[in-house]
């Protein structure tokens, strides 16, 4: 039987795993796109477990990241690369696009009914 199993077809996986020092580090490997983690919805929970804390990350088992995985990476990280992060290079520039923009705060959102009231009065 031959492997036909191509680097296309690799779920996303998330591993916690103790270092020698004690230390626990998050390994992401496979393929961390939208369409492999809209298969996997527990992993987004899983992300934003492991983000908090001094944890080191290591992605550099991921064979593909997306704009959309590296966002929600970046939105777990709480808008800040994790101090212990070993990367790729070819996926460093999709958090360096995050880094580089200011988001601006939310705008308040005025309900509907309140709207109606007001114009009605």
Known sequence: MTDTS???DLPPLLEVLKQDSGQRCVKLSGNWNLRGLMAAPELSRKISQYAVG???WDMQSVDL???ASALILWQAWGGKMPVAL???PEHQHLF???QA???PP???VIPR???FVKYVE
């Open 6 to 8: 191509t680097t296309q």
């Open 54 to 56: 001094d944890i080191q």
């Open 65 to 67: 990241l997306d704009s």
């Open 86 to 88: 070993q990367i790729r």
């Open 96 to 98: 360096d696009q995050w």
């Open 101 to 103: 923009q200011e988001l």
């Open 106 to 108: 939310p705008e308040s």
């Open 113 to 115: 009914s309140s709207l």
